[in-house]
């Protein structure tokens, strides 16, 4: 069987694995209320703590709409993962800080994410690594500088995206 190699598609296709494969090791730690951004957005947190971290930071690493990051940081707050809290020199600017509850689950998962990077980078020499990392660099570029209405077909079996 012939199948085309889409650079999306195989993208997509390696996501969904290692979500399956991280979460399913070990399940969600606390429950139903924590989420794989959160985890993402804690760890960056935690690693950053050093640093102001505003919404508009967020929004910007991560590629993520300001709707989005407001409901995630709001979300996030009430469940006690995160505090946001004004800076001195203007107080329409929230800095955003992790919790001690963050920060103990961000202790948790750095064990757990140092076996999966271990699990992902098995049997790949360092130089293929940085190579991929470039690519993923240059792609991520590409679609950080087109933000383009699809035109022509789009998604798989050339439907059209339908866009409101």
């Given at each position: 069987m012939r199948r085309e190699r889409h650079i999306g598609y195989e993208i997509k296709a390696l996501s969904n694995l290692m979500r399956r494969n991280i979460w399913g090791q070990s399940g969600l730690p606390e429950g139903d209320e924590f989420t794989e951004m959160y985890g993402i957005l804690i760890s960056f947190l935690c690693r950053n703590r050093d640093q102001e971290i505003f919404q508009k930071t967020l929004e910007e690493v991560f590629s993520i709409r300001r709707s989005t990051a407001s409901r995630l940081l709001k979300q996030m707050e009430l469940e006690g993962f995160i505090q946001r809290l004004p800076v001195d020199r203007d107080a329409r600017l929230k800095r955003v800080i992790p919790t001690p509850k963050a920060e103990a689950l961000n202790q948790q998962a750095m064990v757990r994410i140092q076996n999966f990077e271990d699990?992902?980078?098995?049997?790949?020499?360092?130089?293929?690594?940085?190579q991929f990392m470039d690519t993923l660099e240059k792609i991520k570029a590409n679609l950080s500088a087109s933000r383009a209405p699809c035109e022509g077909p789009c998604g798989p079996q050339g439907a059209e995206v339908v866009r409101r």
């Open positions: 699990l992902l980078t098995k049997g790949i020499p360092q130089a293929e690594i940085d």
